[in-house]
DNA sequence: GCGAGGAGATGACGATTGTCATGCCCGATC
DNA sequence: GATCGGGCATGACAATCGTCATCTCCTCGC
């Protein structure tokens, strides 16, 4: 039996997922969390063996969820289930030593097939979404640059971004002048779409 | 027998969604598309009497789909099922003809309750939701204010953003200045994210 | 010790943006 | 037909933004 753990913020999403889950007989669904700061604890009391975990959740995302997995329960397999194909968030997931990446687009039939390979310690990756992250390569942007692109989502003025990295208002333009030529960008806006767009924020 | 149709543009929700309503006797999930332009169709040549709609869908969203489906088929009953309590949304949906407002949010069990009272002519909203739409009141935005504002959510600059909605640079700028002061913004990509929060857009 | 190089700051510049006053055109209303 | 108001445009202005050259620290490697 395949004891599994669902993650997943949108309660009527989780239920519909464990319900599908619950038609194959040899899965069994021990514990489901709609916070990535719960992952840990309901998967060690629960005993799982497999976390479907989504990324985008309070508390803490999925990818870092399945970081905390991989160093605190490193017998749980982490299966990222999320909605965007974005190659930053494939190769993030990755890195933190998730075992598979599925897209909420694929096939449902899909989705226990792929819990019951990473099971058996294959790795799941849809193969047009690796390709794409490897063409893809790494973010361009500086650490600083990231930062401040990052604080630039929240708040709006140069002003406001300074204050809130630490950093003079001048110092936040160098560095977001930096990120919109790296990004090709024209001006601040559209870098943080491109930003995003590929996963780098 | 309720036959219902389900339209989301992600498959595996979709499946699952359609495994949760499988799990009750009285209800049959008839048809499942994933996209907003097949809704009326499939409904018509499933005899389908209820249609559970997501808003975020290609071809047609939800909400116009809703709208489509009161016009032409007004004996099938919409429930619309969406990630985002955005009260303009809300709105916009009763105005098209949706009997019912669901969000994902909300605990699985409460599908199959909402899908039987759509069915049985009631009206099925949140009430936090409702109270939410009420306070908020509508856009306060001009029909060419939100315009401009879509297309600023498009194009970077202020010249792209007139050429795409015919208007000169100077009239742009005044529009966008308009909604950025109703709103309580202080430039456009603040505006942006406000009228985007609440549905305006 | 000393040079290289990165993080951060500064100041200047031209371009863009946000704001405002003003004017024109046109349909609606009295 | 006069008046009013909304849609649209113009021009001017200050504030902000994007870019660049330059400067100071600090750290690292030799």
Not at 139 to 146: G, I, K, Q, V
Not at 153 to 168: C, R
């Amino acid at each position: 039996m395949i004891r599994v753990l669902i993650a997943e913020d949108q309660a009527m999403v989780r239920g519909a997922l464990a319900s599908l889950l619950g038609l194959e007989d040899d899965i069994e669904v021990v514990a489901e969390v709609g916070r990535g700061d719960l992952v840990v604890e309901a998967a060690r009391t629960a005993r799982a063996t497999v976390a479907l975990l989504d990324i985008e959740m309070p508390g803490l995302d999925g990818i870092a969820a399945a970081a905390r997995l991989a160093s605190e329960l490193p017998e749980v397999r982490s299966l990222i289930l999320t909605t965007f194909g974005r190659p930053g968030f494939l190769r993030r997931a990755i890195e933190s030593g998730a075992r598979g990446f599925l897209l909420k687009d694929a096939p449902a039939e899909q989705l226990a097939d792929a819990i019951r390979e990473v099971d058996a310690g294959q790795r799941v990756i849809d193969p047009a979404l690796a390709a794409a992250a490897i063409a893809e390569g790494d973010s361009p942007l500086t650490e600083r640059e990231h930062d401040v692109l990052v604080a630039a989502a929240l708040h709006a003025t140069a002003a406001e971004i300074a204050a809130h990295v630490h950093l003079s208002e001048g110092t936040v333009r160098n560095y977001l002048s930096g990120a919109i030529r790296k990004l090709g960008a024209r001006n601040r806006a559209e870098a943080l779409r491109i930003a995003a767009e590929k996963g780098w924020l």
